[in-house]
Nanobody
């Protein structure tokens, strides 16, 4: 499964961005998709996931109420809608795919896309 993340950019605090994670393979619908981020000089951290069937989403506490993950099966795309962005959201964001059952643990994911940079200035 080849993943492509896009949609990053440089914005002011309080702005919104929508990241996309796309895979051309039709089997994409069998994979849960997780979003992770790595801030400058920091460790990779879990952001959220959507389950393979779209019935379940989970978010880390710091983004709850601000970020929303959704998926469009017709387009083989998962979105990370980020609202009310804060400087601490600055990071390289990665999407990853895990067969069926989702996980908050990065080690459980089988495929990773290259990241997209998000920079939030105050």
């Amino acid at each position: 499964v080849q993943l492509q993340a896009s949609g990053g950019g440089s914005v002011q605090e309080g702005a919104s961005l929508r990241l996309s994670c796309t895979a051309p393979q039709p089997t994409f619908s069998s994979y849960s998709i997780g979003w992770f981020r790595q801030p400058p000089g920091g460790d990779r951290e879990f952001v959220g996931y959507v389950s393979w069937n779209g019935d379940s989403t989970t978010y880390t506490d710091s983004v709850k109420g601000r970020f929303t993950i959704s998926r469009d099966y017709a387009k083989n795309t998962v979105y990370l809608q980020m609202n009310s962005l804060k400087p601490e959201d600055t990071a390289v964001y990665h999407c990853a795919a895990k067969y069926y059952r989702p996980s908050m643990n990065a080690d459980g994911y089988d495929y990773w896309g290259q990241g997209t940079q998000v920079t939030v200035s105050s």
